[in-house]
């Protein structure tokens, strides 16, 4: 691949070289040009236009304005017009005088009749959209550039606004917000988020191998736009194959001078039909208070030389999740007995659960302060930083609420006659009730501050930026505690009933509403009567760069970029579980500690007599005493190996180097360059040795020497390093064919690093099964050419309609082997488990993705009357992909891979009003397998249910998430140039947010959903 990079890099610099003496030749001598600069605004809003097109009338001399609607061109002396267009706004055409070897100011103010038809709301409603399409329009890449308020009110989730661009799907998660990102149909593995350009640390709160941002840690009051870069130019990092999303933020000198101040002050509320008998309903309260402000001052002697940005941000949240289905109350393998029919199973088990922040809710608070201060005319240094915060109120109490029903996985616990759709137990189940107090917090601070300095009369420029980031995910205790009856009969009826909520109602044994029946106990020996889960994982980035570019003033014209970059990401994380056995009364059942008598299921279930939520304080708290629990020394074993093998830290340093050039040859543009990385990977944690009898937990000895003995399975803080070097060229090509209409292409290399956490000495063993997983330190990372090529047509006022087609080819895929470890010292586990079969994730085979995607928007202002205030808006996003990993057939389906992603919209603005109705389609997305088997020998005697009655063999299912279509309306109302309000409901149709289903023996079984309900978002907003 390097002698093709480096082919790319001398014929792309080459014909940027050869464009300046050319374009000298048409001009004539320098003594006979000279420049015209200016900057580019919009009359009505006094905004500065970013991507205005200002073009020498009857040629082919153009250029385009900066972040600050700056422009400037070299012409030959004499009498020319300019023509200035922007979307959204009236052409214009300004004639200028040029002298040799002067300079000319000539500042241009853009306008449209439409101000005059809609003086309120034309801001807010055009504006974003406008700046968005023209910098997507002039960028040299294929990127998606979306204004932060284009869907609606800016002050809600930023995931809310993402999952609405073509080629991107989300995971919904608690609440309704965002999870998980899938770019072109890829997990976050696979992407990067970044704030203005730099890398965002990532924290699942977990692991360190976690890859997702939690976006409710990001406040969208300071956010300008959101940019989907699809095709990463040389100055950009090269660790995203599916994709980056670049938050960018606001910049006071994006206005021209002059005070504004924003508010919007707000409620939000969520209703999913949920009992009143259960925590925690979501009432109308005062949920969103944001307040912005920004200026251009004159300070120390200057002229409007000084421009500050500040914003707060405060989001409260306490919605509740309807959850439903087997999936936490038992294993796949135990869910079904198939007796006789295999498309006519038996199922064993249901589960419904109920999380809330009883009643309290959590705070997201955001802060944001930037200041921008000009030198000179030629010189800028700037400061950025923002906090982000989410944590509940002090007498909150988030919690989740579990009733759990499962039979054992037999033929004979079934009444003879059941069927799926009717299935009868005799009194052989049992009811598990769990109380779990489950908190999250997040912390976020980001600094940047850089220096802009323009050389050679404006013609070259050197930049340098760096940037801080950390967030902190914290789950500071999750406490759980169980209650359970056993010996119960129950029905399922599924008749005429939602899969998700069929008709379970109790046929016999002990009243499982009675409190007297129950006692404090543990569903699952190794969870105990309560668990205690910490986690702790901070997350920090540091990133230098810096660049320098010289343009050349000419007929053609071309430019040189040079930069280097230093990069840096640390990963800590922090884990303990401590496990609990029940030490207080064993009989009388668990009246003194009932909080509830809740009925679930949106009214279906129960009731069941649910434990107070623990470590609150409460009546009923079972930790109140702690005399209540104690633990065994297996358990005090365990929590200390826990603790230890939970601590890891990790780093990636990245140093990298690049040089692109572009040039315009008449309606084609041409940018190309390199991009070198070198890579350094740091893994730390503690190395654990085998155990075995002589090691393990002994109940004859103390806290302290269990403790010390679990300590001693592990030998010391171990360090383990990977590095490696990428090649990435790349190069991109713009033609126009007409003023609206041009295609482009691109090609590129990127790659997708392996989770630091495969730089960890973690081993997890499996003494009985003579079983080893262990961590890979010589993973490398996946790496894929990527190919784009598309066409786009601009409407005016402001539309665009487009088509892109792509494709991806990976090489480096992952997938786990099984190898047996050899015997001797040098075995890599030093002389360790040796026999043991070891499964290790290597790379092998590769992968391709290839797609179409699909984007309209228009406003339709050419009809008449009230009609020119319509508008619409529809993307499409459609994938194919195939695995070759060596084996011996080829995988037509990855993992978290959506194949099909819709969007869909109707506006209406006029008369003050602005209306959406807005869908969002995921089609069905493969989520993995499921292997079921049963004990040895497993050719022979495994079977589909585990137990007598099932079906010979081992089976492998596959598990989808059901597709998904979700409606949302957002109103606004425009009182006066100062007043508006809004009023938004999501999820009309009051849909699951997902609905996951295991796919067996062409049956289709409800595995786990969630529900969130129809929210409501209202306010009023202010404009100072």
């Not at 940027?16 to 000279?34: K, M």
């Not at 079904?336 to 589960?351: E, R, S, Y």
Request: neutral net charge; charged residues 15%; proline residues 4%.
């Amino acid at each position: 691949m390097s002698a093709c990079a480096a082919l790319l890099l001398s014929a792309t610099v080459g014909i940027a070289q050869s464009a300046v003496p050319s374009a000298t030749a048409q001009t004539g001598s320098r003594e006979n040009t000279g420049l015209v600069i200016g900057q580019i605004s919009n009359e009505g809003t006094k905004d500065y236009l970013q991507g205005a097109v200002i073009q020498v009338d009857g040629s082919t001399i153009a250029t385009v304005s900066n972040e600050t609607g700056g422009f400037r061109l070299s012409l030959p002396s004499g009498n020319h017009t300019l023509v200035v267009s922007y979307s959204g706004l009236t052409t214009k055409r300004v004639p200028v005088t040029v002298q040799a070897g002067q300079m000319q100011q000539s500042d241009i103010a853009l306008t449209t009749e439409i101000y005059s038809l809609e003086p309120f709301i034309v801001k807010g409603v055009l504006e974003g959209s406008a700046a968005a399409i023209m910098r997507q329009r002039e960028a040299m890449n294929s990127k998606t550039v979306t204004a932060i308020d284009a869907f609606g009110n800016p002050a809600s989730s930023v995931g809310e606004l993402i999952q609405r661009m073509a080629g991107v799907a989300v995971d919904v998660s608690g609440g309704g917000e965002t999870g998980a990102i899938y770019i072109r149909g890829l997990n976050q593995s696979f992407s990067t988020m970044m704030l203005d350009g730099n890398t965002m640390p990532v924290s699942d709160g977990q692991t360190v191998g976690g890859k997702y941002v939690y976006l409710g840690q990001v406040a969208t009051g300071n956010l300008e736009s959101v940019e989907l870069i699809k095709a990463p130019l040389p100055d950009m990092d090269g660790n995203a194959i599916s994709g980056y999303l670049n938050l960018k933020t606001k910049r006071a000198f994006d206005r021209a001078p002059g005070r504004n101040i924003m508010v919007t002050v707000g409620t939000k509320f969520a209703d999913n039909g949920e009992h009143k008998s259960l925590p925690g309903r979501d009432r109308p309260k005062l949920d969103l208070f944001s307040v912005s402000y920004s200026d251009v001052l004159s300070v120390l002697g200057g002229k409007n030389n000084l421009g500050l940005l500040a914003q707060i941000n405060v989001t409260a949240s306490s919605g509740t999740i309807h959850e439903a289905g087997p999936f936490l109350a038992t294993a796949y393998g135990h869910y079904f007995i198939a007796a006789a029919d295999p498309k006519n199973p038996l199922p064993t088990a249901w589960n419904e659960g109920h999380w809330s922040g009883s009643g309290d809710p959590s705070y997201v608070t955001g802060m944001t302060f930037n200041a921008d201060y000009k030198i000179n005319k030629d010189a800028i240094v700037y400061f950025k930083s923002s906090y982000n915060t989410s944590k509940y109120e002090k007498k909150a109490r988030p919690s989740y609420m579990r009733w759990q029903l499962t039979a054992p996985a037999n033929v004979t616990t079934f009444e003879p006659g059941s069927t799926w759709n009717l299935t009868t137990t005799k009194p052989v189940g049992t009811v598990d009730l769990h109380s779990t107090l489950y908190g999250r917090f997040s912390e976020s601070a980001t600094f940047a501050t850089g220096y802009e300095q323009k050389l050679f009369s404006g013609s070259a420029k050197f930049n340098i930026d760096g940037s801080f980031s950390e967030t902190i995910s914290t789950y500071p205790a999750i406490n759980e505690v169980h209650a359970q009856v056993t010996g119960v009969a129950f029905q399922i009826d599924r008749r005429g009933q939602d899969r998700w909520l069929p008709k379970v109602t109790q046929v016999g044994g002990p009243n499982w509403s009675d409190p007297a029946n129950y006692n404090v106990s543990a569903p699952v020996a190794a969870n105990g009567a309560s668990r205690i889960i910490h986690f702790n994982v901070p997350s920090t980035t540091r990133n230098i760069k810096a660049d320098f570019q010289k343009d050349f003033d000419a007929i053609v014209p071309a430019y040189i970029k040079v930069g280097v970059k230093r990069s840096m990401e640390k990963k800590e994380s922090d884990r303990f579980v401590d496990v609990y056995t029940w030490n207080g009364p064993t009989t009388g059942g668990i009246a003194p500690y009932v909080a509830y008598n809740a009925t679930f299921g949106e009214g279906r279930y129960g009731p069941f007599p649910m434990l107070q939520i623990p470590t609150t304080g409460l009546p009923g708290d079972l930790w109140k005493n702690p005399a209540n629990f104690r633990q065994t020394m297996a358990q005090v074993w365990n929590s200390q190996s826990d603790a230890l093998a939970g601590h890891v830290q990790t780093w990636e340093q990245i140093s990298s180097a690049y040089v692109q050039s572009q040039v315009k040859l008449n309606r084609l543009r041409i940018l190309g360059g390199l991009r070198v990385e070198e890579t350094e990977a740091i893994g730390a944690g503690f190395k654990r040795k085998p155990t075995d009898a002589t090691n393990n937990a002994n109940e004859s000895l103390s806290v302290e020497e269990n403790r010390a003995r679990a300590r001693s399975t592990f030998t010391g803080w171990v360090t383990r390093k990977a590095e490696y070097t990428n090649v990435f060229p790349g190069i991109h090509f713009v033609y126009q064919f007409n003023k609206n209409f041009q295609a482009r292409a691109s090609y590129n290399v990127s790659i997708s690093r392996p989770g630091a956490a495969n730089y960890t000495p973690g081993i997890t063993a499996n003494d009985v099964a003579r079983t080893l997983t262990a961590n890979n330190v010589e993973l490398k990372p996946y790496t894929s050419d990527n190919f784009d090529a598309g066409v786009e047509y601009y409407f005016e006022p402001v539309g665009t309609l487009s088509a892109t087609v792509f494709l991806k080819e990976i090489s480096n895929y992952t997938r786990t082997i099984s190898s047996v470890v050899p015997e001797g010292p040098d075995n890599g586990f030093n002389g360790d488990y040796a026999g043991y079969t070891w499964n290790k994730t290597s790379n092998v085979g590769g992968a391709h993705v290839r797609g179409i995607e699909l984007n309209y928007s228009q406003q339709y202002t050419f009809l008449p009357g009230i009609l020119r205030g319509l508008g619409t808006y529809a993307n499409i996003t459609l994938l194919q992909t195939k695995g070759d990993f060596g084996g011996v057939t080829t995988v037509t389906q990855l993992a978290n891979f959506t194949p099909r992603t819709m969007n869909a919209g109707l506006t209406f603005k006029g008369y003050g009003l602005s209306l959406r109705l807005l869908a969002n389609y995921r089609g069905e997305t493969y989520m993995g397998s499921i292997r079921v088997s049963g004990s040895a020998p497993a050719e022979t005697n495994s079977i589909y249910g585990r137990t007598s009655g099932g079906i010979i063999g081992i089976h492998t299912f596959d598990y989808y998430n059901r597709a998904r279509l979700q409606f949302d309306l957002k109103t606004e109302y425009t009182i006066n140039r100062i007043y508006s309000v809004y009023l938004d409901v999501f999820n009309l149709t009051n849909g699951w947010n997902f609905e996951r289903v295991v796919k067996a023996f062409d049956f289709e079984s409800p595995w786990t959903a969630q529900r969130t309900g129809i929210a409501f978002s209202a306010g009023v907003k202010a404009r100072f």
